[in-house]
């Protein structure tokens, strides 16, 4: 089985930073892609982005794109999620995923994570 446990958000001012972290259990090899989701309140969930287990690549969704940055630490079987500069608009409860394949639709996400709550007040 896959766990995933995402963690490390909180309540933060807009143009400084935040990192959540989602930690991974189960290891598989079928499960190279590691995702980021959000949803905002009274919205639809958005992705953010993914980074591949297997080989260096990163993807990002355009509203995040040059401000969020996605890592890994493959000792720690840990990804992360480097938010910064915040705006009050990132406000959300982000979501960690995996799946085998490489994709930016949650509908081909097969194992989620619970999600963190991070808050970005003016």
């Known amino acids: 089985q896959v766990q995933l446990v995402a963690s490390r958000g909180g309540l933060v001012q807009a143009r400084r930073h935040v990192r959540a972290s989602c930690a991974r259990a189960?290891?598989?090899?079928?499960?190279?892609?590691l995702g980021w989701f959000r949803q905002a309140p009274g919205k639809e969930r958005e992705f953010v982005g993914y980074?591949?287990?297997?080989?260096?690549?990163?993807y990002y969704a355009d509203s995040v794109e040059g401000r969020f940055t996605i890592s890994r630490d493959n000792s720690k079987n840990t990804w992360y999620l480097q938010m910064n500069p915040l705006k009050p608009e990132d406000t959300a409860v982000y979501s960690c995923?995996?799946?085998?394949?490489?994709?930016?639709?949650?509908?081909?996400?097969?194992?989620w994570g619970q999600g963190t709550q991070v808050t970005v007040s003016s």
């Open positions: 995923a995996a799946c085998g394949g490489v994709t930016t639709n949650a509908d081909g996400y097969r194992y």
């Open positions: 980074i591949r287990w297997d080989i260096e690549r990163t």
């Open positions: 189960g290891l598989t090899v079928a499960t190279y892609n």
